[in-house]
């Protein structure tokens, strides 16, 4: 089956610009994951979605960086007022269990944003 | 707060040499211990994992066990081809699944022939 897929690949924007990354998960999978990786770095947590509850959204770094999945399938990250340094590769992961058990997170090919 | 750390890349062998990767963490609890690998020009993929203390991951040759008494869940592996050339992270996890998961920087592997 498909697996996670993620648009566009590639944004370029300029600095103040708004922007919207699309991830379209594993069908039927509970859980949903954004991450931010810099270049050369791990990724790092931002948000976590099950179904269409966002449960945890402690790793957004400012309130310009929004996330929504409003019918528990696809998810949008939408980064207002682009800086440079939300320059990165923005991933986004689906598991088909919920909280409390093990399991595997299955990734997005990412989208590299670069801000000028 | 969690953090994991693995050793410095860019790491280059030889075709057929043993393969170690050092990882260790910091954990609140008892977390789940994952590798995942990034070949060139594709997504993150999990290679193998560890729920418990003592526990051995493995697949395609390369293994690690879960070591609580020295926090380490460090990568081996017996003879490198030059197609183990890739990005490797070590990552945990340790809300059950809710925080999502904490990942080192990554050690690019390079295998010579």
Redesign the interface.
């Known amino acids: 089956g498909a697996?996670?897929s993620q648009s566009p690949r590639y944004k370029v924007a300029k600095r103040g610009q708004d922007v919207a990354l699309r991830c379209d998960p594993i069908s039927g999978h509970v859980?949903l994951?954004w991450?931010q990786q810099a270049l050369?770095?791990?990724?790092?947590?931002?948000t976590?979605f099950?179904n269409e509850a966002q449960?945890?959204k402690?790793?957004l770094p400012s309130d310009r960086f929004f996330a929504e999945r409003p019918e528990g399938s696809v998810s949008t990250l939408k980064i207002q007022r682009t800086q440079q340094e939300d320059s990165a590769v923005y991933?986004c992961?689906s598991?088909s269990?919920?909280?409390?058990?093990?399991?595997?997170?299955?990734?997005?090919?990412?989208t590299r944003l670069t801000v000028t | 707060g969690n953090s994991v750390t693995q050793m410095e890349g860019p790491v280059t062998l030889s075709e057929e040499a043993f393969l170690t990767i050092n990882c260790t963490y910091t954990a609140t609890g008892y977390p789940s211990l994952f590798w995942y690998v990034q070949y060139p020009g594709e997504g993150l993929q999990l290679l193998l994992k560890a729920t418990k203390a003592d526990d051995k991951g493995s697949n395609k040759g390369f293994e690690a066990t879960y070591r609580k008494e020295t926090t380490s869940f460090h990568l081996e592996k017996g003879s490198v081809q030059v197609s183990d050339s890739a990005v490797y992270f070590c990552a945990l996890d340790s809300g059950g699944g809710a925080d999502g998961l904490t990942f080192g920087k990554g050690t690019h592997l390079i295998i010579q022939p």
């Open positions: 697996g996670v859980s994951f991450y050369g770095q791990g990724p790092e947590f931002l976590y099950q449960l945890d402690s790793g991933l992961a598991s269990e919920g909280t409390l058990l093990v399991y595997e997170q299955y990734f997005g090919p990412g």
